[in-house]
């Protein structure tokens, strides 16, 4: 049972642009949640994270939009640059709980 | 600075045979989990320690143990690999808890045949 979803495999952006990827969670005990970078044959690096008191955190060119309600997240980068190909993963953790929820990973691509 | 550092960076065991992945990190954090990345799954957390003597199980614990003798190590044990175990298994820690920050290890390509 996949409690964090990411449900669009891949995406494509042109440079410059905007690039959306999105998140859904179904554990609402969810209080935190974090997303990563991943490059092919590296390990996963922090990018950017918000607690669910916020509905918004931004840190340069990346923004993540936290709906509680929805039970949905959203981290934007603009402007997109190629260097931002890579897999984009959501995670999730619950207060009290020491696990954390990895998604399924979005592969972003960023074309000149 | 050494980070996390996973040992080996590929594996191929036949089925039945045990091994142990190595995991070590260097900036004191007490934090440390395995997880293991598999296509279309994303990333699975296989165990976790919170400190030295104390692990406990994540989503998919079972064919695997661990032990935490020490902040810096956190090795896993594949206690007789399965051709399921094929996987790409990568360590992370971090200084606090799961909301912390966590850095990760390069990551180790394991193949069962």
């Known amino acids: 049972d996949q409690q964090v979803k990411q449900n669009s495999p891949s995406l494509s952006v042109q440079e410059g642009r905007i690039s959306i990827l999105n998140c859904d969670y179904t554990?609402?005990?969810?209080?935190?949640f974090l997303w990563y970078k991943k490059y092919p044959a590296e390990g996963p690096t922090f990018l950017i994270s918000i607690s669910s008191i916020k509905d918004k955190n931004e840190d340069g060119r990346f923004t993540v939009f936290l709906n509680k309600s929805a039970k949905h997240l959203s981290l934007h980068i603009v402007p997109s640059q190629p260097g931002d190909s890579a897999v984009y993963f959501c995670?999730?953790?619950?207060?009290?709980?020491?696990?954390?929820?990895f998604g399924t990973g979005t592969r972003l691509q960023v074309f000149p | 600075n050494a980070g996390v550092t996973q040992t080996p960076k590929f594996q191929v065991l036949k089925t039945g045979q045990s091994m142990t992945l190595q995991c070590a990190q260097d900036?004191?954090?007490?934090?440390m989990s395995w997880y293991r990345q598999d296509p279309g799954m994303g990333l699975r957390l296989i165990h976790y320690?919170?400190?030295?003597?104390?692990?406990d199980q994540g989503e998919v614990p079972n064919g695997y143990n661990v032990s935490r003798s020490t902040t810096e190590d956190f090795p896993l044990r594949l206690l007789s690999a399965a051709p399921s175990q094929t996987s790409v298994y990568f360590c992370?820690?971090?200084?606090?808890?799961?909301?912390?920050?966590?850095?990760f290890g390069q990551g180790t390509r394991l193949t069962v045949v």
């Open positions: 554990n609402s005990m969810f209080d935190y």
């Open positions: 900036m004191n954090h007490e934090y």
């Open positions: 320690s919170v400190g030295a003597g104390i692990t």
């Open positions: 995670a999730a953790s619950a207060l009290g709980s020491d696990k954390l929820i």
């Open positions: 992370a820690s971090s200084r606090g808890d799961a909301n912390t920050e966590a850095f």
